[in-house]
């Protein structure tokens, strides 16, 4: 039995650049509670994993950061590497945060990974 292959990194790929683009959108809208772009930005088949380890699915999402369930004060984020495996992208990346959940101020550190559909919306 051979060892799989490790997936190559791609730094230069017009696709993967996008995904700066759209981890920026989608960090923006959490922010602001543009639930119009995340609901536009986000897959159906969405599960948020949240840093106590609870998931929500994207309409549970959506309706709690549109209710102010989930209040983002402040986001810092990057993107560090970004792996193609398919059509599909891995963002590997940071997000530090202030944020009120269901009125309980919370300080976030956390790394993050971001799944990315290269094929556009869902159908």
């Known amino acids: 039995m051979t060892a ?4 190559r990194v791609e730094t ?3 696709d993967l650049c996008a995904i700066r683009g759209l981890e ?8 602001r509670a ?12 969405m599960i948020y994993t949240h840093s106590d380890g609870s998931q929500d ?13 989930y209040v983002y004060r402040s986001i810092e984020h990057g993107v560090g590497d970004i792996v193609r495996l398919g059509t599909t992208a891995l963002a590997h990346g940071w997000m ?6 269901e009125g309980v101020a919370r ?13 556009g919306p869902d159908p």
């Not at 543009?34 to 088949?45: Q, V």
């Not at 994207?58 to 369930?69: E, L, S, T």
């Not at 300080?107 to 094929?119: C, K, Q, R």
């Open 96 to 101: 530090r945060s202030q944020v009120d959940v």
């Open 24 to 31: 920026d959108r989608r960090y923006k809208a959490m922010l």
């Open 107 to 119: 300080s976030l550190d956390n790394v993050s990974l971001a799944i990315w559909s290269l094929n």
């Open 34 to 45: 543009d639930t119009a772009t995340l609901s536009a930005l986000l897959s159906e088949a």
């Open 4 to 7: 799989p292959e490790t997936p």
């Open 12 to 14: 230069h790929c017009p």
């Open 57 to 69: 699915g994207k309409a549970d999402y959506i309706v709690k950061v549109g209710d102010r369930r």
